[in-house]
T-cell receptor
């Protein structure tokens, strides 16, 4: 079955520093991969998605992710973190149909001044 | 454009009681999903509807959970009887299409937080 693993439960980054959140997937074929963000009291918001083609995907809020088949990874990056980026980040892989997803357990991002 | 609406926002019940959650998807969205998010975990898909038909309910605990989308618009998720481990946030999402290659997005509601005591 399709699954994703997010190795880091918590990450702390200084404001203005770069960010990389890790995601590893398990799926035989080309997966459909997603990153979502969940802020306290807010719903899940899609940051970016990968279906096929260019392996470097640009998303909203200055985020990008790179699909690496050889490493089974889809890591999320941002060159300069803002305090408003503090939130829970979820990597997800598409199940058999559409936007039905299998989510990872999430990475909680704390941004320090 | 109005988002995915869910109600109630919060619910506290005793174990063995029943509870129902309601979801109204974005207008025109054919596909509707219910997810369960237990504290500290990522959301888990419970059921996916395409219009009023079930596409995937493989992770729905059918002995106590049921869901319907009779007219292909809004949906109800029911738990009967509830257990302590059902305490979670229940998220509803909708997308324009369930097609895998269609470049659409699933939009999530704010969720219903259920506490079973």
């Amino acid at each position: 079955a399709q699954s994703v693993t997010q190795p880091d439960i918590h990450i702390t980054v200084s404001e203005g520093a770069s960010l990389e959140l890790r995601c590893n997937y398990s799926y035989g074929a080309t997966p459909y991969l997603f990153w979502y963000v969940q802020s306290p009291g807010q719903g899940l918001q899609l940051l970016l998605k990968y279906f096929s083609g260019d392996t470097l995907v640009q998303g909203i809020k200055g985020f990008e992710a790179e699909f690496k088949r050889s490493q089974s990874s889809f890591n999320l990056r941002k060159p300069s973190v803002h305090w408003s980026d503090a939130a829970e980040y979820f990597c997800a892989v598409g199940r058999n149909s559409g936007y039905a997803l299998n989510f990872g357990k999430g990475t909680s991002l704390l941004v320090t001044p | 454009e109005a988002g995915v609406a869910q109600s109630p926002r919060y619910k506290i019940i005793e174990k063995r009681q029943s509870v129902a959650f309601w979801c109204n998807p974005i207008s025109g969205h054919a596909t509707l999903y219910w997810y369960q998010q237990i504290l500290g975990q990522g959301p888990k898909l419970l059921i996916q509807f395409q219009n009023n038909g079930v596409v995937d309910d493989s992770q729905l605990p059918k002995d106590r959970f049921s869901a319907e989308r009779l007219k292909g618009v809004d949906s109800t998720l029911k738990i009967q009887p509830a257990k302590l481990e059902d305490s979670a946030v229940y998220l509803c999402a909708s997308s324009l299409s369930g097609g895998k290659r269609v470049n659409t997005e699933a939009f999530f509601g704010q969720g219903t937080r259920l506490t079973v005591v």
